[in-house]
């Protein structure tokens, strides 16, 4: 899969995919029902997109199109040379989660090039720095990160190696599925506004059943009346289990919430995310790795 994704611009997406299996001699029945595999796949309808052009399609489509034709002939092994470097950030981070689904599914070997750091991290079970030529160190992101074998590879991941490994984590590696700071919604302002005091509590999350409605403070409290369903404040952004860490850093830092609650797949309240969590989970990632 080469660099810029690299489509021929003179052939239909389902042209592009067949390219390979045509020069296989695969026979015509074959070929479409495979273009129609890849695409559905892939996320692109078939029907819709196995006649257009790589023109008509926006730059993450094109992108989801070049996994598509180099998976084509179903290779045991993918060379990917910086596949996803011509894309925007925001379709670039959607378009890695995608692939991470479908390798999750395919199971394939990847040799993955990449310049960037983040993007390895995320991407890779293990990693490969080279310098001029040379293999410097062949190992897990976690190894890597935590045990950069010298200067040069330390220097490369650079010195927020600790924030770089927020990646490696997930929500639910690090938060808390039995926290304290829970109300019903049919508590009653004072009620909660006590229950904050008394075991000074930056803020409490109010569910009804298992579903979350939203949070209250001190400020929220002190001078209603009234339940916490009708008091209650949306959390500005949802985080689930499956999320990285640095996610949730970014939300708890974007919004100033010393804690965020966790969805789970079913987006039911599974527990808390707090920056203690995370530090602990840091320093224990940091600690194992040290000691090893």
């Known amino acids: ?14 042209g592009n ?40 399609l926006s730059g993450g489509q094109q992108q989801r199109v070049g996994v598509a034709r180099a998976l084509a ?8 040379d910086e596949p996803f470097g011509a894309i ?4 670039r981070d959607q378009i890695q989660d995608e692939f991470l689904r479908l390798q999750a599914q395919l199971r ?26 040379r293999l410097v160190q062949f190992d897990t992101p976690e190894i890597i990160l935590m045990r950069p074998a010298d200067s ?20 639910k590696d690090a938060m808390n599925r039995e ?18 005091e008394d075991n000074n509590f930056a803020h409490l999350i109010v569910l009804r059943g298992n579903r979350v409605l939203g949070f209250v403070s001190r400020k929220h409290l002190k001078f209603e009346r009234g339940n916490l369903e009708a008091l209650a404040e949306k959390f500005p952004e949802e985080l689930g289990v499956r999320e990285p860490l640095r996610d949730a850093l970014s939300a708890m830092l974007l919004h100033d919430l010393a804690s965020f609650p966790v969805l789970d797949d079913n987006g039911g309240f599974a527990g808390t995310i707090s920056y203690k969590n995370i530090q602990k989970s840091i320093l224990e990632l940091y600690s194992e790795y040290q000691d090893e």
């Open 152 to 171: 040069f590879v330390s220097d490369f991941v650079g010195a927020d190696r600790a924030l770089k490994a927020l990646g490696l984590l997930r929500v």
């Open 108 to 133: 394939k070997t990847i040799a993955f090039v990449s310049h960037d750091i983040h993007e390895a991290i995320k991407m890779a079970d293990k990693i490969a720095i080279f310098r001029e030529g």
């Open 17 to 56: 995919i067949a390219i390979v299996p045509r020069m296989l001699k695969w026979d015509k029945k074959k070929i479409d029902a495979r273009i129609d595999e890849l695409l559905s796949l892939v996320k692109l309808e078939p029907g819709v997109y196995r006649n257009r052009y790589p023109v008509e």
């Open 73 to 80: 002939a179903d290779p045991d092994i993918l060379l990917m």
């Open 1 to 14: 899969m080469i660099q810029q994704i690299g489509l021929f611009p003179n052939k239909t997406i389902a």
């Open 88 to 91: 925007d950030p925001i379709n």
């Open 179 to 196: 926290p304290r700071n829970l109300a019903r919604a049919d508590m009653t302002a004072m009620e909660a506004l006590k229950f904050i």
